[in-house]
């Protein structure tokens, strides 16, 4: 009888356990953004958006999509430095390798990336526990994605055109200032686009502490187009490898069932001590 009682303890000890685990597997959460359908999901833990109407000809070891002559690309590079990461996904993606036009660290969201423009061609480098990714956008000089971190940008909206004219003197160093400036609504939000002479356009707008900007010799539906990158470098992210946590904890709930299993035991053999004792004083 006595075992029987020990055997349920422990069973209603395990009970709760195997209930709470069934219960936290039948709530996911919902995402508004199918992980399978709309990312491209690498094995070893990264995830890149899918842009919408791009072409996805990715493989196992990178991501690449390509619309209308421009392509969007990512690659991991174990050990390397930003600048050797740079320079090797622009020969991996078929591209000369050249000096950058500038080089700057930024803060974004999803982690901290060093940027890098080119000439036709932007990339962004991000380090995490040693392996860097580096994503590269590749057109030409009708388009090209830029970010400049303004602090207190949502504040001020000439922190907008500042971080626009810097932009655009990346490319034509002898720019002076905007020929034409305007603010339009655009999406929930607005855009400022600006006009310079010799044929260059910019639009930009604000997010956080930063000014996104696309600029180039194209019209407004180029950069617009282009514009997309952002959305794909913003919706990156990494899958960290929480299995040592996960060793770790079935460990310790491991070593808690053992010593719960080992106490009734003791105590199990405490009472049958005891039972014999009063038998024996019953007997005499």
């Given at each position: 009888m006595r075992r029987l009682v020990f055997l349920a303890a422990a069973l209603l000890l395990l009970l709760p356990l195997s209930i709470h685990a069934q219960e936290g597997e039948s709530t996911p959460e919902a995402n508004a953004l199918d992980i399978n359908a709309n990312f491209y999901n690498n094995a070893a833990g990264w995830h890149v958006f899918i842009p919408s109407g791009w072409a996805n000809e990715s493989t196992a070891d990178y991501a690449r999509?390509?619309?209308?002559?421009?392509?969007?690309?990512?690659?991991?590079?174990?050990?390397?430095?930003?600048?050797?990461?740079?320079?090797?996904?622009?020969?991996?993606?078929?591209?000369?390798?050249?000096?950058?036009?500038?080089?700057?660290?930024?803060?974004?969201?999803n982690g901290t990336w060093t940027q890098f423009v080119y000439s036709r061609a932007v990339v962004h480098t991000q380090e995490y526990e040693g392996t860097r990714y580096a994503m590269l956008y590749a057109g030409d000089a009708s388009a090209l994605p830029v970010i400049v971190m303004r602090e207190g940008v949502l504040e001020d909206a000439a922190l907008i055109d500042d971080g626009m004219i810097e932009a655009a003197r990346l490319i034509t160093p002898t720019i002076s200032g905007a020929a034409t400036a305007e603010t339009i609504p655009q999406g929930t939000g607005n855009v400022t686009v600006?006009?310079?002479?010799?044929?260059?356009?910019?639009?930009?707008r604000a997010r956080g502490s930063s000014v996104y900007i696309v600029v180039g010799s194209g019209d407004t539906d180029a950069l617009n187009s282009a514009s997309v990158y952002f959305t794909v470098l913003n919706d990156f992210f990494l899958t960290p490898d929480t299995q040592p946590y996960l060793f770790l904890g079935l460990g310790v709930a491991s070593a808690i069932m053992l010593i719960l299993l080992l106490s009734l035991i003791l105590r199990w053999r405490s009472l049958l001590r005891d039972e014999a004792a009063l038998r024996e004083l019953d007997e005499a």
């Open positions: 999509f390509t619309h209308d002559g421009r392509m969007i690309t990512v690659r991991e590079y174990p050990g390397l430095d930003a600048p050797a990461a740079a320079a090797q996904i622009l020969v991996d993606a078929g591209l000369s390798a050249e000096t950058p036009l500038d080089q700057r660290d930024l803060q974004l969201s600006h006009t310079y002479d010799g044929g260059l356009t910019a639009i930009g």
